[in-house]
């Protein structure tokens, strides 16, 4: 992903100079792109850590559950017979 950004990055400022934009217009664009791909990969790295940090506390949660749980207890499901409630 960092390479197509950094490729992005020089292809904007060289068509915007092929299609007549100046060469400042075309260095002030390829700042604001580098800019804006640096806050997002910084943004990306946050929101993978934070998601990897979730996932290792519910595994660590469900683990802790299941070990409670009686041997050939049943989870949710539908309860028939005698001791079942009435609607």
């Known amino acids: ?26 260095g002030g664009a390829a700042l604001g792109l580098a ?12 929101s993978e ?6 996932r290792a506390q519910r595994g660590a949660a469900t683990r802790g559950r299941r070990q409670r749980q009686a041997p ?4 949710g499901g539908r309860r028939t017979g005698p001791d079942a409630p009435v609607d």
């Open 49 to 54: 850590r934070g998601a990897a940090r979730a």
């Open 72 to 75: 050939g207890a049943h989870r």
């Open 35 to 46: 800019a804006v791909t640096g806050v997002c990969r910084v943004l990306l790295q946050q």
């Open 1 to 26: 992903m960092v390479r197509w950004a950094a490729f992005s990055c020089v292809l904007v400022p060289v068509v915007l100079v092929g299609y007549g934009t100046s060469l400042a217009g075309a």
